[in-house]
């Protein structure tokens, strides 16, 4: 059963009633009150329309462990997964815009926010799981419930929405549903992927995703509009992490040894370019685009966020840049050694960051690139945020515009 969609304020229709699935491969409903409570959907905006905590978080408590940290589809927003809930942040200015902190247990480790607005999906985590590992659960946090759930064989890794699709992604496979009725649209069966590696394309429009193939180093990507599959070798090594942009046009691809970054065309899987993290093998944690295409944003275990300037030909690529990012591609980031190329080893010839900046080395962050010109937001699972600054024509190193921990900041009441 489904209703007519309501609008948030990013102005997309959103699907507003859910039915219960068993996704490998049945689909049934597990109580008619999922299917028949329509829930609208509106924005977190409005700070008036949030509920307030949980009563229990307004006492003294053991600090919080925290699971699992996302921003949201734009950026803008974090979602925090916790031993005892869930909570979202603005990013600038940086605020909570509230928590939910359960009872008995209450472990979240997986929290994925749907832009801005009240549906957020959730996977349970922990020692003591508010949710069984093996569900993706649909919040609605005006009604302070879930509202649907999507159960499956063996534990979800992770899981990925937008306004029209929820992608759920297990150990070796990957399920594609419906938004509006949790109807299974497609199953993706990958290597084995412990860490839920998959990205989607988020602009309006038929969608693009992004995961890993049959086999180690391979990409496998779905171009909804056409219907047409692409596989292609990335690397070596296995796929450490993906980024895609928003119009799923371009993908960006990391390996298990964390040394270079390849940028791909998404339409074919051409390799348009090769940056270099460093030399010696790290872990990356995250990469990001900047909103229009010409930025890419690298945090690892290694204490630093890079900037790389990104030379695509957008022309051929087909891609609008944001009129808010400067045109010029930054310093060159070449070594001063790139004249001997084909003499020394491929390391000297290599692209390097604009920009970078220091943070704790071993903590893992992920990065995003803020809403202000040429800025990136730090969010370490240690509580750290971080908002800097990058010159795109000098580089060098970033400028720090604002530091907080997000675990004490203050609740929304």
Known sequence: MSHAPDKDLDGAQQPVSYADADAEPQRQLVSSEFSNDASTIS???SEASIPGPSSNSTTLSPPLNIYNITFNQDSGCFAAGSDR???????????????????NGGGIGVVQMLFRCNILALVGGGSEPQYPLNKVMIWDDHQGRCIGELSFKSDVKSVRLRRDRIVVILLQKIFVYNFADLKLLHQIETIINPKGLCEVSHMAGSMVLVCP???KGQVRIEHYATKRTKFFMAHNS???CFALTNDGRLLATASSKGTLVRIFNALDGTLL?????????????SLAFSSGGQWLAVSSDKGTVHVFSLKVDSGSMGIER????PQTFGPPATSSLSFIKGVLPKYFSSEWSVARFRIQEGSQYIVAFGHEKDTVVI???DGSVYRCQFDPVVGGEM???EYVNFLEAEAVF
């Open 399 to 401: 400028t720090q515009l």
């Open 85 to 103: 809930g869930f909570r979202i942040y603005n990013c600038s200015p940086f605020r909570e815009i509230f928590r939910r902190e359960f009872e």
């Open 379 to 381: 969010v370490g699972i």
């Open 213 to 215: 193939g049959l086999q």
């Open 273 to 285: 370019q090769e940056v270099r993290r460093g030399a010696d093998r790290a872990e990356i944690y």
């Open 322 to 325: 944001s009129s808010s990012e």
């Open 43 to 45: 924005s977190f905006t």
């Open 238 to 240: 296995r796929i450490a």
